[in-house]
């Protein structure tokens, strides 16, 4: 009898960015009063502090468990909804309004 097995299939992480933010959109309708996020990147971190620099999240945290690292977010219920546009593009200075107009 021959037996035929599929190689197993892993999920791969897109986006790490938009991951993060529709986690916080989810857990804000929600009325979570706190959201963990995980992996932990660069990109995410810093857009974080923006969003807390302009008041639509409370205290962040960066839990480092020497794999990819987690975030606890603390929510204050300020926040509508947020997503990341992806792909990623490059833009001048000049070209904000074209790509506002075309992408939202």
Same mark, same amino acid.
């Given at each position: 009898? #021959?037996?035929?097995? #599929? $190689? #197993?299939? !892993?999920?791969?992480?897109?986006? /790490? *960015?938009?991951?993060? #933010? =529709?986690?916080? !959109?989810?857990?804000?309708?929600?009325?979570?009063?706190?959201? @963990? @996020?995980?992996?932990?990147? %660069? /990109?995410? /971190?810093?857009?974080?502090?923006?969003?807390? %620099?302009? &008041?639509?999240?409370?205290?962040?945290?960066? =839990?480092?468990?020497? +794999?990819?690292? %987690?975030? =606890?977010? !603390? @929510?204050?219920?300020? *926040?509508?909804?947020? &997503?990341?546009?992806? $792909?990623?593009?490059?833009?001048? /200075? &000049?070209?904000?309004? +074209?790509?506002?107009?075309?992408?939202?």
């Amino acid at each position: 009898v #021959l037996s035929c097995q #599929l $190689p #197993l299939a !892993t999920m791969v992480l897109m986006s /790490v *960015l938009s991951n993060a #933010l =529709i986690s916080i !959109t989810n857990a804000e309708r929600r009325g979570k009063r706190q959201v @963990l @996020l995980r992996p932990a990147s %660069k /990109v995410v /971190v810093k857009f974080l502090q923006v969003m807390q %620099k302009h &008041g639509y999240i409370g205290n962040m945290e960066l =839990i480092d468990d020497h +794999r990819a690292g %987690k975030i =606890i977010v !603390t @929510l204050n219920g300020r *926040l509508n909804k947020c &997503g990341a546009v992806c $792909p990623r593009y490059d833009a001048s /200075v &000049g070209e904000f309004e +074209r790509w506002q107009k075309s992408i939202l």
